[in-house]
């Protein structure tokens, strides 16, 4: 997919749409992608969003389970955020990687 | 989307990939690998927004029974895959022995905890969060004297096969027998 300009600066995006580059996120760049995926980013999809960066910077593979016990957002909680997909979406809208667990 | 040129008539043909939009799983074997292969794939199918339905019938039933969902086992006879800690082939003799199975279903489970595949109830929680739905057999229900309440709250209904396959309908629609 290449480069694509959001928010005002050049963001790197891989074929399937996630950046490769999670230090180019910011809110602006979130919301943009979540507009593309019909979602209207509140303070709870942040708080979720800041969630998985930080799980995703200390090096841990991500569950829809972890997210769960987070104590931000149950599991229902999650899906009702993130209709249709809610560890992928969430987790191209965190301009990090597609999610490579099974649970 | 794919293009396909075809050589003769020259014509362009596309090829549009359906989507799968509805599983339907069914599990009939009470054992830890089989009720957590059914379950891995339904709860997969939720995660990615694929409409999914679960149905256990005769020995999966106990997966479903709250007395028993719990308490699942892995044989520890005839099974030419298992393998002791290390590698070493594991000896049918051996799981003959009681507590052998106990020991060996119970380090499965470890396992599984420490990838974050969570226990059976907790993981039909996770199914049922996303908008799926667990259902039981009526035949093998009837057969092993199961009644509601013997179930998990997370089974919606006790269904006859021909509810089953109403239920299995539509464009998109798979059903996988694990």
């Known amino acids: ?103 | 989307m794919e293009e396909q040129v075809l050589d003769k008539p020259i014509t362009k043909k596309v090829k549009e990939d359906k989507p799968l939009k509805k599983v339907c799983i069914i599990c009939a074997k009470g054992s830890i690998e089989d009720v957590y292969a059914a379950l891995v794939m339904t709860n997969g199918a939720v995660m990615e927004g694929i409409e999914a339905k679960l149905f256990f019938t005769f020995f999966g039933l106990d997966a479903i029974t709250k007395n028993q969902m719990n308490k699942l086992h892995t044989s520890t006879v005839g099974n030419p895959a298992m393998r002791m800690p290390g590698g070493l082939p594991f000896p049918s003799i051996l799981g003959l022995l009681p507590g052998v199975e106990a020991g060996v279903s119970a380090m499965m489970k470890k396992q599984m905890e420490k990838l974050d595949i969570p226990p059976v109830d907790e993981f039909m929680d996770m199914i049922t969060a996303g908008g799926g739905e667990i259902f039981a057999c009526k035949l093998a229900a009837d057969m092993f004297g199961v009644e509601k309440e013997d179930l998990s709250e997370h089974v919606k209904d006790i269904i006859t096969v021909g509810q089953f396959y109403e239920m299995c309908g539509g464009e998109g629609t798979q059903i996988i027998f694990t």
């Open chain 1, 1 to 103: 997919m290449g480069q694509v300009n959001l928010a005002g600066t050049t963001v790197d995006f891989n074929e399937e749409g996630y950046m490769t580059d999670p230090s180019q996120w910011n809110k602006e760049i979130a919301n943009e992608i979540a507009s593309e995926e019909g979602i209207e980013l509140t303070d709870k999809h942040f708080e979720v969003l800041q969630f998985l960066r930080d799980k995703h910077t200390a090096g841990e593979q991500l569950t829809i389970r972890k997210v769960g016990n987070s104590g931000i957002v149950d599991i229902k909680g999650l899906y009702q955020l993130f209709p249709g997909g809610p560890l992928k979406k969430s987790s191209r809208i965190a301009g990090i990687p597609k999610p490579a667990s099974c649970v």
